[in-house]
């Protein structure tokens, strides 16, 4: 590694001999921890439309969990942990694809009669999973250990791990705060509506300090949510502004004028969103396809330098990557033929097109922290609606595909990164990888179907998860073609593709810090107001503790904010749980 790169392994120390790793009770843990995340993450991509670094969340879990029972526990034991939530979580993340499917069949114009029963979504999202690991291995030592790309991600958890094994008083500090963050965060969500221990009105106070009559409706104010109040206080100040902004003129700006004008003849949420979502739709999609084209000499840099890469002796055997991959590709020909009704030929299609995609999503990922898992699978949805003109479901399996393989290839090259850092053995990082994809998977597909019968999915108070907002967006787009888009929609998408474009070309240049973020304005315009306030005040939280006391900012920051984070997802996943068993009924 370079020695002048932050985190290089050379500035480390690394795995002393004889230092317990892969242990037993380092995989118990790792499986436990792999469920909670799994299951616990759905509800915060859907809330917010995008998940904070899984992996320092789970570092935190794995130091917490292993501390209960073991006193001599290691780092290298902590990160076999780190791996297989951030696993578990890129598996969980792809419930936004779930979500997708959903509100594409919300709209019967459409025909979309697909659905994804648990099993089917175990099965499509374990062998996908599965495929994914198995064809990034070989590119650690290209990306890392070659090309020594950032991979800010990975280097935030190796940091942590380094942080929390000193047992010193810093670590236990850190592990404090982000118990304290976890249990006020989890007493505030069970004191909500959504357990109803506390009158509804007192829920609905944040909706009535809205501006205008109509705030109520749009939901503008702020939410009681400690959820979103630590996910701003990691985001960044940049990235809140963007999304406050975005939130202002979709949901304070927007509605006044689309009632004025006709577009709309009722002042709900549902109705503005049907509007809304396509200038959202258009900046967000712009932004991320802009952003790859900027870097198209990435693909050509990847193909040229490919060659040359090694495999280092403590890799996985190229042997079993090799096995790994036809024989999870072959079970994913056949999940798809016989659960989703896709033809052998699309899904190899869409499995050869999603290497290249790979490719570049591992390098944009480790130069700039940025995974384009979405803008990736956006552009294999206009592959399909070329290849397969109307086919909606070709067009969002063969999307899902290509997200699946990036997400859970971008996941484990952190984790390369991560045990560069601190000196893990690679081969059992991508143990850990393949085994909490599976318990990923089963956790997102029993958790998902309660989430949506407990919160909803869109509609006035649901989950809105604007990236599967997009996502059936631009599926309904290619296949209706753009004179199905609402009154005025068409104006507005253009507007904010251009305006995505620019501000994507400009977030190259010097003049990024005074650039809006395309991603942020779009996910602002999508993501219920109340929710964005929220974590924008969790950024300003982060700049006045920052200024006010850098040192206790930098060691209780994070794991504070984790807390919050970690302590709501929890409880909204083990209410609907108590509400299918019987236990807890959310009636009035």
Known sequence: ???????????????????????????????????????????????????????VVSAFFGYLALGLVYKDFNRWENNIVQTAGTSAGQTAFLCVLMAAFDMLRMDPALGFTLELTPMTSFLWLTTAGLLGVFMAVPMRQHFVIDEKLTYADGVAAGETLIVLDSRGTEARGAARSMGIGLVVSALLMIVREDARLLAAAWYRLPEMMALGADGGKMAFGVSWSLLSLGSGML???????????????????????LMKYGVVDEMSRRKVLLWIMWPATGMLIAGGLTALFMRWRILIKTFQNISSAEIDSGDFPLSWVIFGSVMSGVALIIVQKVYLGIPIWMTVTATVFSIPLMLVGLRVLGETNWGPISALSNMMQAVFGLIAPGNIAANMVASGVTGSIATESEGLMQDFKTGAMIGSTPRYLTYAQLLAIPVGAAAVSIVYPLLRATYGIG?????????????????????????????????????????????????????KAKVPSPTGLGIGMLVPASAIITMFLGSVVDVVWSRLSPKSHETHLTPLASGFIAGEAIVAVIVPIMVAAGLLSLQP
Do not use: H
Request: overall charge positive.
């Open 1 to 55: 590694m370079n020695s002048n790169e932050p985190g290089a392994a050379a500035d480390l120390p690394q795995k002393p001999a004889g230092a317990k790793e892969f242990t037993f009770r380092a995989v118990t843990v790792a499986m436990f921890v792999a469920a909670v995340i799994g299951a616990s993450y759905p509800y915060v991509v859907m809330k917010l439309g995008f998940g904070p670094n899984i992996s």
């Open 459 to 511: 509609g006035e108070t649901g989950l809105q998860s604007p990236i599967s907002q997009k996502w059936a967006g631009f599926a309904q787009l290619l296949s209706k073609g753009l004179g199905a888009l609402p009154a005025g929609a068409i104006p507005a998408l253009g507007a904010a593709v251009v305006l995505g474009v620019i501000f994507t070309a400009l977030e190259s240049t010097r003049f």
């Open 235 to 257: 985001v960044g100040m940049r990235v809140n502004l963007s999304m406050l902004v975005g939130t202002v003129i979709a949901w304070y700006i927007a509605p006044g004028l």
